[in-house]
């Protein structure tokens, strides 16, 4: 289906990107089954993220299943996504800093982990995606106003 991407997992669904390409990859991932994306929907991080500077293409999943928790899927390498969350439901007061303070243009991401602690979130190290140019960067937030590992409570995730 042209505009959403098909699954074997009929709840997987990338986040719209607004842009005219209609070329289709096809991904086969463990987690998702084999999904098909538009071009569209296809960031390109000139820079990678942290320790993944090689990897450079990443589409973002949703899936039911874990809402409102999404996924940050490697189009290189398909078998590696990042669980990620708005910073928004953490703290409604998030600011990744006056640059990116266009909502329209720019939709910030902080990646999630779980350790022995629990879940946290690395709100000092959030990802942008610019909704105008399909282009994504990880960045790392000066202030020390946030943490990179932010605790996650149930209330908190729903």
């Not at 874990?66 to 928004?88: C, D, G, I, K, Q």
Request: charged share 20%.
């Amino acid at each position: 289906m042209v505009g959403t991407m098909e699954s074997t997992t009929p709840t997987a669904t990338p986040m719209p990107v607004q842009t005219s390409a209609m070329s289709i990859r096809k991904l086969t991932t463990e987690q998702f089954g084999e999904i098909l994306i538009e071009e569209r929907f296809i960031f390109t991080f000139p820079n990678g993220l942290f320790g993944f500077e090689d990897l450079r293409e990443f589409v973002i999943v949703r899936d039911e299943r874990t809402e409102p928790v999404r996924w940050l899927l490697s189009v290189e390498h398909p078998e590696l996504s990042f669980p990620v969350l708005s910073p928004y439901l953490l703290q409604r007061d998030y600011s990744a800093g006056k640059e990116y303070s266009d909502c329209q243009r720019y939709t910030p991401l902080v990646i999630l982990t779980l350790g022995s602690g629990g879940a946290t979130a690395n709100m000092k190290a959030p990802i942008l995606l610019d909704v105008q140019t399909q282009r994504g960067e990880q960045i790392i937030i000066p202030s020390d106003k946030y943490s990179t590992s932010y605790p996650l409570s149930v209330q908190q995730s729903r």
